[in-house]
């Protein structure tokens, strides 16, 4: 809307895109829908596996760690983190995108530098989070957890789990090795020859769009 | 590329609308949410207060903010022309059909699954103490040939 775009603009008639966005651009969001479908798929067999059975392990009970703090009860305390790190990773992910609007060179570098240095923590995060659970002997096929009415659990929480936040660590991994790529193009200048950093923004797309998914994957298995 | 203004008039357009203000308020927002989220299923942990169905309808609903705050802002769709936030949020509604249909559908099975096999409700209701190495008490369908470790 604040583009500028004059009244009458016939945006059907040819010549132009009728989005009045790149094609490169316009592709990737419709990758975006196409996944944004898969992880949906996901989830909601997820939902659908969850409504059909009588019991299912509290997630207070089993995500209750932090790296450190030996058997301390503490739910919910390290997945915030994790989601602290992912939004603000976000946050310099747009910077950057700002930063090339504006034609800034150095500053991109700067703010891509920021978000790889996300993604990378939270993918420890992640690493940690896997291993510590793989401690207790949960992985797919076996689940040691007690459901939240004490009677015993199937393997269905974990082999969801395992499944969707995998799925969700290979798009923030495919993201960071984006990113990285991104950067090493805008230290050899080829944005900067270009003209424009449409580039950046395509990632950008991606990088947000895994920050997206992070918030359901959130909200389904650590909340509800 | 011929097909969109990227040229240095275009340019001046863009680096007006990218004033990094409403990124960081943005970010407020969604961090604010979160903290909500937090703080009541702290709350709920300790004294039980909100009902349970009652906190998870406010957290999908809270979800959905964040998620419009992302789409909208980080991605930038708001400023995009209706046409492209027409492809987008349209296709995207089939997610309301989505969820009901086989949300309610596992629902169901579980209610006809509870009337016609009371041996699988007597199981679900049983209290089994919970396990102290982990190891060799799992339930029965875990137990696969095979399988690693």
Redesign the interface.
Known sequence: ?????PAGQK?WSG?????????GK?MM?YFL?SD??TF?AFL??Y?????????WPDP?EVFKAFPLMGSTNL??VFV?LM??IL??S??T???A??AG???DQKKVTFYMILTIIGGLMFLGCQAWEWTHLHN??A?W????F??A???????NFTNFFFTITGFHGFHVFSGVVINIIMLIKNLRGDFARR??Y?MIEKA??YW??V??VW??V??CFY?? | MSNVDTSAHGHDNAHAQFDTKPIWRTFWILLGITMVELILATIHLKTGFPNKYVLNGVYLILTCAKAFYIIAEFMHLRHEIKNLIMTIAVPALLFVWFVIAFVSDGNSYRELRNRYDKYQLEQSNKVVPPAEGGEHEEAPAAKKPGSPE
């Not at chain 1, 809307?1 to 775009?5: E, G």
């Not at chain 1, 010549?15 to 094609?23: I, L, M, Q, T």
């Not at chain 1, 939902?47 to 019991?55: A, L, V």
């Open positions: 809307m604040a583009q500028a775009i945006w010549g132009k895109s009728p989005f009045n966005v790149e094609y316009l969001w829908m944004a479908f949906g909601i067999s939902g659908t596996i969850r409504f059909s059975s009588n019991g207070n739910p919910l915030s989601t602290f939004i603000m976000s946050v992910m747009v910077l995108v700002a609007h504006a034609g207790e002997h992985w096929g076996k689940n040691p007690r459901n009415n004490g009677s015993v659990a199937s393997t003209g424009h449409l950008g797309l947000h769009f920050d997206l918030v359901f959130f909200t909340l509800l």
